[in-house]
């Protein structure tokens, strides 16, 4: 008897010790992967900025981007940043990330210059970023505007550009679009007049809406716009008012009632066939024609499973690429 609970117990003490073994490597484990970053000192940079003509850049703000990420930024004027560069009162260009390890990595600068960004060619023609590297890097300002710097390689940044290119849509104030940002009522209906060439709206148009003075000084007018010809329209509260929600996500429904009226207001009523989505029961009756014009043009789809998802939100990527097929059809 005290040999077999002789053996228990080493049993008992052997699975300890194997189970307090694998507890430590999974925790050291756990903290290898939530290591934080190795402290990076920012490298520095300074140099001229000149235009394609050779003329200095009266002044902007140069920017410094790592894989897409903005890592520093610093304003500028008289055709030069952060000189004379041995003046050590003289704000200088810091480069650093506290969310990747930039070593080695090639840093794409651009210029902000009123609302917008230019590339740069840079002399050196390639920088790449060391810890602790202090380097002049003179750049040449391109004629044109650059591409959004959060759409270069994304599925939808043709597209993208080229309603930039035609005033149709714009970026925010930090020269970016946020592609995979929903895109709001305020800024579709925006969109969707501008697309249209529709005439600016007057208050007048938004005085149906509880929240009427909410809507953007920017959006007023094309929201304005967008009603008065019943592209959009409001919602309908418990007190007997309507508001307009300028912030509110447009979802893949209200898009497609959205382009459907367009599609009929500018080719006519049409008869499409009824589409077979898994989902149709969950797409409201007041849309089901609508989205039946639109999926029939194509000009929005359903999922891979066979569903359409009404409810989900239309990011800004997506909504510009089904606009820019409505332009096609029309």
Same mark, same amino acid.
């Given at each position: 008897m005290q040999g077999f609970l002789k053996k228990d117990y080493l049993a008992f003490l052997l699975a300890l010790v194997l189970v307090l073994l694998f507890t430590t490597e999974t925790a050291f484990a756990a903290e290898e992967e939530t290591q934080p970053l190795p402290l990076q000192v920012p490298a520095i940079y300074y140099g001229v900025v000149n235009t394609e003509e050779g003329e200095p850049v009266a002044g902007g703000v140069v920017k410094a981007? *790592? !894989? @897409?990420e903005l890592c520093g930024s610093l304003p500028f004027t008289g055709g030069s940043y952060g000189m004379p560069e041995d003046d050590p009162s003289v704000k200088r260009l810091l480069v650093f990330s506290a969310t990747q390890d930039l070593s080695g990595c090639v840093v794409d600068f651009r210029v902000f210059k009123d609302g917008k960004e230019y590339t740069v060619a840079t002399v050196p023609d390639q920088v790449k970023w060391e810890s602790r590297n202090r380097q002049q890097v003179d750049m040449i300002?391109?004629?044109? %505007?650059? %591409?959004?710097?959060?759409?270069? @390689?994304? #599925?939808? !940044?043709? =597209?993208?550009?080229?309603? *930039?290119? /035609?005033?149709?849509i714009n970026g925010y104030d930090d020269y970016t679009f946020r592609p995979e940002n929903p895109i709001?009522?305020?800024?579709?209906?925006?969109?969707?007049?501008?697309?249209? @060439?529709?005439?600016? @709206?007057?208050?007048?148009?938004?005085?149906?809406?509880?929240?009427? =003075?909410?809507? %953007?000084? #920017?959006a007023a007018g094309p929201v304005g716009a967008a009603v008065q010809v019943g592209l959009i329209k409001g919602y309908p509260e418990e007190d007997g008012t309507i508001t307009f929600q300028s912030d509110l996500p447009v979802t893949r429904v209200e898009l497609a009632v959205i382009l459907g009226r367009v599609v009929k207001g500018k080719l006519g009523g049409q008869q499409p066939e009824e589409t077979a989505f898994t989902d149709w029961d969950n797409i409201p009756g007041w849309a089901q024609d609508? *989205?039946?014009?639109?999926? /029939?043009? !194509?000009?929005? /789809? !359903?999922? %891979?499973?066979g569903a359409f998802k009404p409810s989900n939100n239309v990011t800004r990527a997506e909504a510009t690429t089904m606009i820019d097929r409505l332009l096609e059809k029309i």
């Open positions: 981007y *790592v !894989g @897409g300002m391109s004629r044109n %505007p650059a %591409p959004f710097i959060d759409i270069q @390689g994304h #599925w939808a !940044g043709q =597209t993208v550009q080229q309603l *930039v290119d /035609k005033e149709i709001s009522r305020a800024e579709c209906a925006t969109i969707m007049a501008r697309a249209l @060439g529709l005439p600016s @709206g007057s208050q007048a148009d938004l005085a149906g809406f509880r929240d009427s =003075t909410t809507i %953007p000084i #920017w609508d *989205v039946n014009t639109a999926v /029939k043009l !194509g000009l929005i /789809k !359903g999922y %891979p499973d």
